[in-house]
């Protein structure tokens, strides 16, 4: 188990130094970001002196290796747009970013489960085919398109919702939180449902051809002939065994919610990172643009991780497999 885990963690170092420099390389040839942070007539002397000053004329090793540094030190170092601490930008915009990213992993699990196993269980039912006619829907529109489409129905013609903003919210220390309002839980409705809805589609896919592959397995059929309940054989056998893939699969999508609420962030003007990225991409602000992207890359890989621990302990052909792998070893 020790090895298992210092293996993974020693790639998930090697994945964020490459996610570090590619976003580095990438970002030098963005803009020039000294455009960005002076006026028209501002000379060239104190051009030269700014650039200086910000370590823009360093060799690009240099300026990677003082970026990664300082990375794991939690320093960002200072916007080009603001001239304020990234870290501290950072952490304002992370509790919504984070909120709207566990609403939406919870709104796709907790109805893409039940959808999927209803679909795989009763196949050929009229509603089995009316949702699958909807995931293709689900699956089919872009993000943007469906967060549109959710503000003119129910924020523009019915105005039950807000269409923007976050609402009201509770400090916690640095942490804020719209849970505990009702305007703000009103707000996370209409840009939780769009990021995640694809997620939704997609785990009720992956659930319902799992279930048919499963209740067609030999076990399930000794299972009916000793005489188990339809309550048992499905969900105490069948869906056990298909949940082993989800989890795979969840938790990657959890990832990608995180990286990909840029649109859904920019629809509802949600102040969270990716809002921040994207006013950071228009700016050339390269230690915005770097944080941003290292830390998304850091979801990811902790996410990764987890995933794999978690699949290490429910499936039990892993652990056999490794313990084989380490006797051979000896």
């Known amino acids: 188990m020790l090895i298992f885990i210092l293996r993974r963690l020693a790639q998930s170092v090697a994945v964020l130094l490459a996610v570090g420099l590619v976003a580095f390389t990438l970002f030098r040839y963005v803009g020039d970001p000294i ?3 002076v006026g028209q007539d501002t000379s060239i002397q104190e051009r030269e002196e700014l650039r200086e000053r910000l370590g823009l004329n360093d060799p690009a090793p240099v300026q990677f290796a003082h970026f990664i540094i300082n990375s794991v030190q939690g320093k960002f170092g200072l916007s080009y747009r603001t001239s304020e601490p990234v870290g501290r930008m950072i952490l304002e915009r992370l509790p919504a970013t984070m909120e709207l990213a566990f609403v939406a992993a919870l709104f796709s699990l907790c109805v893409g489960v039940p959808m999927g196993v209803w679909t795989g269980l009763y196949p050929r039912h009229w509603s089995s085919r009316v949702l699958q006619a909807a995931s293709l829907i689900g699956v089919s529109l872009p993000t943007f ?11 523009v013609i019915l105005g039950v919702l807000p269409s923007f903003g976050r609402g009201d919210t509770v400090a916690f220390g640095w942490w804020t939180s719209g849970f505990f309002t009702f305007s703000g839980l009103k707000a996370l409705i209409l840009p939780s449902i769009t990021l995640g809805l ?10 319902r051809s799992e279930m048919l592959e499963v209740m067609r397995t030999d076990y399930i059929k000794f299972a009916r002939a000793r005489g188990l309940t339809n309550r048992a054989v499905n969900f105490g056998h069948a869906l056990k065994n298909t949940l082993v893939p989800v989890i795979t699969i969840a938790g990657l999508q959890l990832g990608g919610i995180i990286a990909f609420a840029i649109v859904t962030e920019t629809v509802f003007s949600w102040p969270g990172m990716g809002q921040l990225f994207v006013q950071s991409v228009q700016f050339a602000d390269i230690p915005v643009m770097a944080a941003y992207l290292l830390l998304v890359a850091f979801f990811f890989v902790a996410i990764n991780l987890a995933v794999d621990l978690l699949y290490y302990a429910v499936d039990p052909r892993l652990r056999g497999g490794m313990a084989t792998q380490a006797a051979r070893g000896h």
């Open 198 to 207: 694809f997620q939704l589609t997609l785990i009720m896919r992956l659930v």
């Open 145 to 155: 398109l469906i967060g549109i489409l959710l503000i003119l129905v129910f924020a």
């Open 35 to 37: 455009n960005a942070m």
